[in-house]
């Protein structure tokens, strides 16, 4: 397999996430029932969410309510004086002089059409007269017929249309149009149809607008006011105006009721002037003639009114043709699956995804508020979610992969815990095995004198020995978050603030803890071991130094390590030799001593050139928490290292025997100090500066 040419786990995360994109357009594109049913709630939230239309209507409802049966018991000295009132008394249907009377009298308002939407199929009584009043000139009149379907005995469908008598057809000029509206099938009328073949009814589905056809009653009443509007226009979404009672509406009896007829409403008929008034029923119990709405359930008559004044304003809310709903589809999809497989931040990642979904919303809204389009919204958002979910699978399980992949080559190098505090910052990590400089904390521990009874000793004891060792002293370390860098023979090299750090300070506490929790193991590992002979008392020297380090990944393609180079590694390891020569066990540097003032107690050694450095370091032993014990003869330190210092060794051999002789973990040094200023006090060195130079490395 060539280099560039990515492993067959590699491309088959694309292609998954592509397969689901592909698979999310397959799944919303389909003319599903309940895709549609929850489309239609969110054009009925749209609707709402819109709110009342408050503007003044063309139309005006003039209804037949429960009231208008009972209106001659409640004003009978009214009713025995109008015909019209009293005739309302009578069982249904009417007297149909009573629509003869209200035609004269809304003509003599000055309304601009009239439009019954009540079937006059069969004969009845007052045809002559209201076919007179029909013909009469004034504002057209237009009738309702109604589209009936129905089975023939032996099964068959049929469809037949109820048209108005012929005479009142003749009378009014012929201005007819269908009743019917066809509801969704969750029961909600949302749509209208402008003109239907009955023909088309025998299929069973709603009818779509066609050329030649009968014309529905809100297209009838356009036509009838502007002769020249087209037999039919493309089917689509009803502008309703809000809920029952938006368009104004009062009882059929209002009309003939003098005190009423000349009140502040209706100001003796100025109220219709210029209006179109839509006659029909408006009680629910007696005609069944209510519908639910995006809003509300409303009367029949008051849906042709708005149906109405959606035709008139040219204010259809249209639709996207399916074709482009199948594009916006898998165009959603594919975005999705790009965005969300391109980024690589899983809290982008979902950003994106619910800004996708809040966008499209609100793009949805304002097309449906402001520019009448029905703009499809569970299909496209679906589909979003679908193959953006897909991309966020993928890119978790490709995140999942490198995880593991980077846990495998973090495992050979640091600790549990900062891979797994790797693991959460990959970009810092990336960034340091590319090579940077940063500043660390830098432990070197080295056992002394284990060679010489290693090469005397069984391999297998000494094995065990440095496996116990090498064990418990790492815990040490991996306990306070460091990073194992590398075991140099039975030399130890750990390091904080490689990968990751807090603070320095925190970096140099952390690296002085392990370094006195090693100091502490060794101890308690040759009390453990004393008086076994496969086991040899063991000595440890620690250095601690804190400065900058190249970090990186080294070496050959085929090894590499990630390590820590440069001068800080040196002095670290330089402290760990001193330790030799000074009788000590861990010795850190002014910079740790600095870092960690506030927490540790620091025993000053004094100033010493290092092997193989040219300018001289001043070295400290650090002890735990503010110790107390060391708070005793520390004073008594700083007076005999200054006297040290100034050149008066006879005061500096006088204080550090004082010291010698107090129970102290440097008591070794103290005295070795002490003989070494008495040497000098009788043969004092050329030169001095207050500086020990250690010769050995």
């Not at 357009?25 to 009925?44: C, G, K, M, Q, Y």
């Not at 005397?456 to 496996?467: I, K, M, S, W, Y």
């Not at 140099?508 to 929790?517: I, M």
Request: net charge neutral; charged share 20%.
């Amino acid at each position: 397999m060539n280099a560039g040419t990515p492993a067959p786990r590699e491309t088959r995360l694309p292609w998954l996430a592509a397969g689901i994109a592909l698979a999310g357009v397959l799944l919303f594109s389909l003319p599903w029932r309940w895709l549609e049913t929850a489309e239609n709630l969110t054009v009925d939230l749209r609707y709402r969410a819109r709110g009342v239309d408050r503007t003044e209507p063309q139309s005006m409802v003039v209804g037949i309510a429960d009231s208008s049966f009972t209106i001659a018991a409640r004003a009978p000295d009214v009713a025995s004086r109008e015909p019209a009132l009293a005739a309302m008394a009578a069982s249904w249907p009417w007297d149909r002089r009573v629509f003869a009377a209200l035609v004269r009298r809304l003509r003599a308002s000055g309304v601009r059409a009239i439009v019954f939407d009540l079937v006059f199929e069969a004969g009845s009584v007052g045809d002559a007269e209201f076919a007179r009043a029909l013909a009469e000139p004034g504002a057209p009149v237009v009738l309702a017929g109604l589209i009936q379907q129905a089975d023939s005995a032996t099964g068959e469908a049929t469809v037949t249309v109820a048209e108005p008598q012929a005479a009142l057809l003749a009378a009014n000029g012929g201005h007819t149009g269908y009743a019917n509206v066809w509801l969704d099938p969750d029961g909600v009328l949302r749509r209208l149809t402008t003109a239907v073949r009955p023909a088309e009814l025998l299929g069973g589905d709603p009818p779509a607008a066609s050329g030649g056809s009968v014309p529905s009653l809100a297209l009838a009443a356009v036509q009838a006011l502007s002769p020249s509007t087209a037999a039919a226009k493309p089917s689509g979404f009803i502008d309703y105006r809000g809920p029952a009672g938006v368009i104004p509406t009062l009882p059929i009896e209002d009309v003939f009721l003098p005190d009423r007829w000349n009140g502040s409403w209706l100001q003796s008929g100025r109220l219709f002037r210029d209006r179109v008034v839509w006659v029909g029923p408006l009680s629910e119990i007696r005609f069944k003639d209510y519908h639910a709405t995006p809003f509300e359930r409303t009367p029949g008559v008051e849906v042709q009114a708005q149906i109405f004044e959606t035709l008139a304003n040219d204010r259809m809310l249209q639709p996207l043709p399916y074709g482009v709903v199948l594009a916006l589809v898998a165009l959603a999809a594919a975005l999705a699956a790009f965005a969300t497989s391109a980024c690589r931040r899983v809290p982008l990642q979902l950003f994106i995804v619910v800004g996708g979904v809040v966008g499209w919303t609100a793009l949805a809204f304002g097309l449906f508020a402001q520019a009448r389009i029905v703009l499809p919204v569970v299909a496209p958002i679906s589909a979003w979610l679908l193959a953006g979910s897909g991309g966020l699978a993928t890119r978790f399980l490709a995140e999942q992969r490198d995880r593991r992949r980077l846990r495998a080559v973090l495992d050979r190098y640091v600790s549990e815990q900062v891979a797994q505090v790797i693991l959460q910052q990959p970009d810092e990590f990336s960034q340091a095995l590319r090579g940077q400089r940063r500043p660390v904390a830098v432990l070197f521990a080295d056992l002394r004198g284990f060679t010489g009874w290693m090469e005397r000793a069984e391999p297998e004891a000494v094995v065990a020995q440095l496996n116990e060792y090498f064990h418990a002293v790492v815990d040490c370390v991996l306990a306070q978050g460091g990073t194992l860098q590398k075991f140099i023979g039975d030399a130890i090299l750990a390091v904080w603030g490689d990968t990751q750090t807090a603070t320095a300070a925190a970096d140099a506490v952390r690296a002085v803890d392990a370094a006195l929790a090693m100091e502490a193991t060794v101890t308690r590992l040759n009390a453990a071991w004393r008086g076994r002979g496969d086991r040899a008392s063991l000595a440890i020297g620690i250095g601690l130094h804190h400065g900058m380090a190249m970090v990186g990944n080294v070496g050959h393609p085929r090894r590499m390590e990630f390590t820590v180079l440069g001068d800080a590694v040196n002095v670290a390891a330089r402290l760990e030799s001193a330790n030799r020569q000074l009788g000590t066990t861990v010795l850190a540097s002014a910079a740790i001593r600095d870092l960690t003032a506030a927490t540790h107690v620091h025993a000053p050694l004094g100033r010493f050139v290092l092997k193989g450095r040219s300018e001289a370091v001043e070295i400290f032993v650090p002890f735990g928490l503010k110790a107390e014990s060391v708070a005793a003869w520390l004073p008594g330190l700083e007076h005999a290292q200054a006297a040290w210092c100034a050149g008066d060794f006879s005061g500096a051999a006088s204080g550090y025997a004082a010291l010698g002789g107090q129970p102290s973990p440097l008591a070794d040094f103290f005295n070795t100090r002490a003989n070494l200023a008495r040497q000098y006090a009788a043969v004092p060195p050329a030169g001095w500066r207050g500086t020990h130079v250690l010769e050995l490395k």
